[in-house]
């Protein structure tokens, strides 16, 4: 028994929570022009390197939540600058740091940054600087393979269950709220929530995703003497395997019964923590004790990263981050199961969504009147990305015919180094 006392989750319905959901995610899902940016951000700086002799010849990747689609409206973009296409022989740390300053000189020299940071002392040293053409925030990194090929997984996962996707813009949103989302502070990195919504979607019944054993073995995913393409291959022929085979007509899950049932299963974190680690690719809740690589470290809390085991992805959260953590989720679950409060539209968004999410959702308190506006509205639309067509971003625009009331559809289609990596010299490059 925890020692926690939490509340017993009513069966009244979670109606609000449910508009509430798609509410916000109608507020972070990016558009069509903010995908369009991010390309255009990474084109910018491929033509900064070129203006610098030092930096000719090498590849500019975007990787991360843009490449896995799981990016908001403000989301950062990930940037990697291979040095070179063998992942046999990386470059030493000195190499990369002197790369960084190089190209931290030329965002300097051209002008197109500013807020450029060089941030050396980190695990994986980066340059930090915000695009004034664009507006978009940007983390570069050297020879980035890793983040690359787990961005791509990602985005190949989330075409198993469309609420994948929507779940994880939620959470983190939800979790930048609670100030959880910061590994600088001893809470949860991005990619560690993204962990623990696949082992929701895993531990469900009934389950949405499968255990990723039965996607790909650990010597498929070999980032030191791997090769990409048959890393990205074998899991996507899996993948498609799965869903074939699994039948998806029963009933689904709603967004604010999976939001419930999140919050309650991890209510206890802090007590779980200390004997068990979550694990994805096995699908479940294993002892520390289990694990003799586990146990030689000491972290408050195991995300064991399934694809480069038996590292922990959650090794930045501390002790005092973890109490934060199960706090903000035990009170959320709290809020939830209150049918008083989990009604109440403002109550709700104060907890889910930072102040300046909630200024741009504004007052609209008719969720009837809402939908009927957004109705009005057909110039909205959300970037979203083709599940059938995983390594491409294709976008499909409406645009109102100024000669009548018909729309004509016009179908954009934007290269975004998603389209598959092995493919380097088809890469934006620098001659």
Not at 43 to 69: A, T, W
Not at 134 to 151: Q, R
Not at 185 to 198: A, D, E, F
Request: glycine letters at 4%; aromatic letters at 10%; hydrophobic letters at 35%.
């Amino acid at each position: 028994m925890s020692r926690h006392q939490l509340p017993h989750l009513h069966s009244s319905s979670h109606a609000e929570l449910e508009i509430c959901a798609k509410e916000i995610l109608n507020c972070l899902n990016p558009t069509a022009d903010d995908m369009v940016r991010r390309q255009r951000t990474i084109n910018e700086l491929v033509n900064v390197l070129r203006s610098d002799q030092s930096l000719k010849g090498l590849l500019v990747i975007s990787f991360g939540s843009f490449i896995s689609n799981l990016y908001t409206r403000w989301g950062d973009l990930d940037i990697s600058i291979n040095l070179n296409q063998s992942k046999r022989c990386d470059a030493s740390r000195k190499q990369k740091l002197n790369v960084l300053k190089n190209v931290m000189r030329a965002l300097q020299q051209t002008g197109v940054a500013y807020g450029i940071e060089y941030v050396s002392n980190a695990k994986v040293p980066i340059v930090k600087y915000r695009s004034r053409s664009y507006d978009i925030s940007c983390d570069i990194s050297i020879n980035n393979h890793f983040g690359y090929v787990k961005s791509t997984i990602l985005r190949l996962i989330s075409s198993i269950d469309e609420h994948f996707r929507e779940f994880v813009l939620l959470i983190k949103e939800w979790a930048k709220a609670q100030h959880v989302n910061e590994s600088k502070t001893g809470t949860l990195n991005s990619y560690s929530l993204c962990l623990l919504i696949i082992f929701h979607f895993q531990t469900c019944t009934p389950a949405i995703f499968p255990p990723l054993m039965n996607l790909f073995k650990p010597n498929d995913v070999d980032f030191v003497n791997g090769d990409m393409t048959h890393i990205v291959d074998s899991f996507a022929a899996n993948i498609a395997m799965y869903k074939s085979q699994t039948s998806r007509k029963g009933k689904q899950s709603r967004l604010s019964e999976l939001l419930i049932s999140f919050f309650e299963k991890f209510s206890t974190l802090d007590d779980l923590a200390s004997k068990l680690a979550i694990c994805t690719y096995t699908g479940r809740w294993e002892q520390i004790s289990s694990n003799y690589s586990w146990m030689q470290k000491r972290h408050s809390l195991f995300i064991e990263d399934p694809f480069e085991q038996p590292e922990n992805a959650a090794r930045a959260v501390s002790n005092p981050g973890l109490i934060e953590i199960s706090q903000a989720i035990r009170n959320t679950y709290r809020m939830l199961s209150s049918s008083s409060v989990s009604s109440d539209r403002l109550s709700l968004l104060r907890t889910l969504v930072r102040p300046e999410i909630r200024s741009k959702l504004g007052n609209k308190h008719d969720p009837v009147h809402y939908r009927f506006e957004k109705s009005l509205n057909p110039h909205h639309h959300v970037a979203n990305l083709s599940q059938s067509q995983p390594y491409s971003a294709r976008l499909v625009e409406q645009h109102q015919n100024p000669y009548g009331s018909t729309f004509y559809r016009r179908r954009v289609d934007v290269e975004t180094q998603a389209s598959e990596y092995w493919r380097y010299r088809n890469s934006p490059r620098l001659s």
